[in-house]
């Protein structure tokens, strides 16, 4: 596959660019809204072109599909022009900035033939997919509750627009709520319906929030509790499902890297739950290139982000109202 970037992000130096290689891959070209930007990124990757206009990658007839790690405002006009011009698209999360936007971004992809995807990554774990894979198989019976712990310290080189900037999307909802809506979608099969939350902001940043926690209903009768922030360095990760016949625990799980430790408990046992530590990125594209190739979907479909996005909004709105929230996926549709 021919990848075009449009981002000179983090991500993609750090985890994207190394996943289209390893499978197989050529990046062509990236596109920042800066030009020394750009050149020094493409020169720091090994990449042959770079420029500032979308067309550096949307012209190049054989790039077949693009990479969209830009900051999140961006996403969607981003997405749409490569749809148009008849690429595949990877986007980040969250898809766009309302739940509507991300809506018509699956819908173009849709009416133009085109696989368009969510990198939701935690999906594609090996620790994930074996969790859900207990909860499919019965080992802990009716799932009754499911708890996501996502407290993380942003790191300083990320504390810029994250957590100054909510016009370009910043806050810790879209950024790290989404991942964890698409984690409970993925491990119990549902979305939630209707949210309580609060959020606050610290001081890290200004203007967006940097911790949210929030209750979710899901439409079993299961109830799923969420704590996202970007303030905390020694809370480490994980979450929790309870049923009715047994327990799952995985600490450390809700990371970028193929890590962490599960257990099960039933009245019957206590034991360690083994995964595949392959590369959750490595694995999303992989997925994404079947989906091209006419096998089967991306992990995460854009229909995954658009939802993923609503739980997240609102979760926001009720954070910001007190009052708790349908979530409303009839956008979404
Ligand atoms: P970065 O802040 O590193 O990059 C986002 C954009 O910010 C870049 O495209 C670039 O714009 C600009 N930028 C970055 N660094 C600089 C700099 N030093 N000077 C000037 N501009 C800069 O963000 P991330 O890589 O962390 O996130 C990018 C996207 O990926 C977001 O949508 C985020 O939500 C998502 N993400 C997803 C993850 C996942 O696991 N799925 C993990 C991390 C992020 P330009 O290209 O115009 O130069």
Same mark, same amino acid.
């Given at each position: 596959m021919r990848w075009g970037l449009i981002g000179a992000s983090t991500i993609a130096e750090q985890h994207m660019i190394g996943a289209f290689r390893a499978t197989g891959g050529d990046v062509k070209a990236v596109v920042s809204t800066t030009a020394t930007r750009a050149k020094d990124f493409a020169n720091k990757n090994g990449i042959a072109g770079a420029g500032t206009e979308l067309s550096v990658v949307l012209d190049d007839p054989s790039i077949e599909a693009v990479y969209i790690s830009s900051m999140n405002e961006k996403h969607r006009a981003q997405a749409l022009a490569a749809i148009g011009a008849g690429k595949h698209v990877l986007c980040e999360k969250p898809l766009a900035m309302t739940v509507a936007e991300a809506a018509g971004m699956v819908m173009a992809a849709d009416k133009a033939g085109r696989v368009f995807a969510t990198n939701h990554h935690l +999906? *594609?774990? @090996? !620790?994930? #997919?074996?969790?859900? $894979?207990?909860? =499919? +198989?019965?080992?802990?019976?009716?799932?009754?509750?499911? #708890?996501?712990? &996502?407290?993380? &310290?942003?790191? %300083?080189?990320?504390? @810029?627009? +994250?957590?100054?900037?909510?016009?370009?999307?910043? /806050?810790v909802i879209p950024d790290i709520t989404v991942h964890d809506a698409d984690v409970a979608r993925f491990l119990l099969g549902e979305d939630p319906s209707a949210v309580v939350a609060q959020m606050g902001a610290s001081g890290m940043g200004q203007g967006v929030e940097d911790s949210a926690m929030s209750v979710w209903s899901m439409p079993s009768g299961a109830m799923v509790m969420s704590h996202e922030s970007f303030t905390h360095p020694f809370a480490g990760s994980g979450l929790e499902v309870h049923g009715s016949e047994g327990s799952i625990f995985a600490r450390g799980v809700m990371t970028q890297q193929p890590? /962490? %430790?599960? %257990?099960?408990?039933?009245?019957? *046992? #206590?034991?360690?739950?083994?995964?595949?530590?392959?590369?959750?990125?490595?694995?999303? =594209?992989?997925?994404?290139? !079947?989906?091209?190739?006419?096998? @089967?979907?991306?992990?995460?479909?854009?229909? $995954?982000?658009?939802a993923s996005l609503a739980v997240a909004l609102a979760v926001r709105e009720a954070a910001r109202t007190g009052i708790r929230q349908v979530v409303d996926y009839a956008r979404a549709a």
């Open positions: +999906r *594609c774990s @090996g !620790s994930h #997919r074996a969790i859900r $894979d207990l909860i =499919v +198989r019965g080992r802990i019976g009716r799932v009754l509750s499911l #708890r996501l712990f &996502h407290a993380v &310290h942003l790191p %300083e080189s990320l504390q @810029g627009w +994250r957590i100054n900037d909510a016009a370009a999307g910043g /806050g890590v /962490g %430790e599960i %257990e099960l408990v039933t009245a019957a *046992c #206590r034991e360690a739950v083994p995964f595949p530590a392959h590369s959750l990125y490595v694995q999303g =594209v992989r997925d994404f290139l !079947s989906a091209v190739a006419g096998q @089967g979907q991306p992990a995460a479909a854009g229909v $995954d982000g658009v």
